[in-house]
């Protein structure tokens, strides 16, 4: 147990894209909210999955991202030193809680007193993730939206059911 002054520090979990290669807003969000946190005394860790299910692309997204890689083939080596630097820094600024996938997460999830969800598309409905909905915290559990936006104006018919029940 963390305490400040003698005063057992509140428990916090925050479920955002926190530990990207190269989304930097998100990741510096991060950082951020997880400085702010600390300096206000609550023990706030970051919920990180190492293998979010990304939903499957288009065939002209699965062209533009073929290009892409041929393009940057010369440069592979300094983006790979560059993505591991900036996940270190991530990990480095974050107190992170690694899940390996959101069934690990749902099986075994933090008890806190506070989850957050928040920032930038965490409520995406097109991109859809369940635990930036908090889908894994407990029914009475407290929970906390900080800056959430969805990142388009329509819910896909086939994520409408889901998406409803989450944000609810």
């Known amino acids: ?24 807003g998100g990741v510096f969000q991060a950082c951020a909210l ?5 300096d206000m005394h609550y023990d706030a860790k970051f919920i990180t999955l190492e293998n ?27 983006i790979k030193i560059k993505e591991e630097s900036f996940q270190k820094f991530a990990k480095k ?8 996938d959101i069934r690990q997460l749902n099986e075994n999830p933090p008890i ?19 635990d930036l909905f908090l889908s894994y915290a407990p029914e009475n559990g407290k929970k906390i939206s ?3 936006s969805m990142g388009n104006e329509r819910v896909p018919v086939q994520n409408k059911e ?7």
């Open 1 to 24: 147990k963390r305490t400040f002054k003698g005063v057992e520090m509140k428990k916090i979990v925050v479920s955002t894209f926190n530990n990207s290669k190269n989304n930097y």
């Open 34 to 38: 997880s400085k702010t946190l600390n």
């Open 52 to 78: 979010r299910k990304i939903p499957q692309k288009t065939l002209l997204g699965k062209g533009k991202d073929i290009v892409r890689k041929i393009i940057k083939l010369p440069y592979k080596r300094k």
């Open 93 to 100: 600024t974050q107190n992170q809680l690694v899940f390996r």
């Open 112 to 130: 806190v007193d506070v989850y957050i969800s928040g920032s930038d598309q965490v409520w995406n409905a097109v991109s859809f993730h369940e």
């Open 146 to 148: 900080y800056a959430a």
């Open 162 to 168: 889901k998406f409803t029940h989450y944000i609810s």
